[in-house]
């Protein structure tokens, strides 16, 4: 089974999520709100893709950052603050099997599960 790391009031993962179901592709969610995020996920994540790449800065949990935080983001400070405030991190993320995806993109994804 594979587990769609998110929230599920995002519309990003209401699309991947419907993209699994048309496509017979059995899943779970696994909402940062309700199950908690796990460091070693979080860790995880950032050595497939990057801390730049996990930080949603679209998010209105980004513009509501103090600047001081947004200009002085690094790994280290940007894996704290993900952490405290998991809304910030782009969704969906699916770390599985051989699968990486980060975002929703169908190319991606067909590429992915052929």
């Not at 419907?18 to 899943?27: A, C, V």
């Not at 400070?77 to 991190?89: C, E, F, H, R």
């Not at 993320?93 to 995806?101: G, K, R, S, W, Y």
């Amino acid at each position: 089974m594979i587990v769609v790391y998110g929230i599920k009031n995002c519309d990003t993962v209401k699309k991947a999520l419907k993209w699994l179901t048309e496509h017979q592709i059995e899943h779970k969610l696994h909402d940062y709100r309700v199950d908690g995020l796990d460091e070693n996920f979080l860790n995880q994540a950032e050595q497939q893709f990057g801390w730049q790449s996990l930080v949603n800065k679209r998010s209105t949990t980004w513009r509501n950052l103090a600047d001081e935080v947004k200009e002085n983001l690094s790994k280290s400070t940007a894996l704290s603050v993900l952490t405290k405030q998991p809304t910030l991190i782009k969704r969906p993320i699916i770390l599985q099997d051989n699968i990486a995806l980060i975002g929703f993109d169908i190319h991606a994804y067909e590429q992915a599960f052929k």
